[in-house]
């Protein structure tokens, strides 16, 4: 269950309440009774650090990291055309006809 800060605009009493994201909001101060309890907006209570898919996938920086570097065309050149085998098909080898040559 999250946990909402609340603080009423007329005494300025604030209180931290353990509530269901279902359950009515509060609106009555429990401090004065007056009906100006209200939400306000915190941080959240979690972060993410480290080096998770996040840091590594997503977050900005010098533009194309990981996978998609991998996929880039620039990645995909071949460096030079490899020799054709000599290795007769029959002698255990492919042969020149796979796709590996």
């Known amino acids: 269950m999250p946990i909402y800060a609340y603080k009423c605009e007329s005494c300025g009493h604030a209180k931290d309440v353990l509530q269901k994201i279902s359950d009515a909001p509060l609106t009555d ?6 009906p100006k309890f209200s939400k306000q907006l915190s941080a959240p209570g ?3 650090k480290g080096s998770g898919w996040y840091a590594t ?3 900005g920086g010098s533009g194309v ?3 998609a570097a991998a996929a880039s065309p620039a990645a995909a050149e071949p460096a030079a055309a490899p020799a054709e085998s000599s290795t007769p098909a029959a002698a255990g080898g492919c ?6 040559h």
């Open 46 to 48: 979690f972060q993410l």
């Open 65 to 67: 990291t990981g996978a």
């Open 29 to 34: 101060c429990p401090a004065c009774g007056a």
């Open 95 to 100: 042969g020149a006809s796979c796709a590996c």
């Open 57 to 59: 996938d997503f977050k």
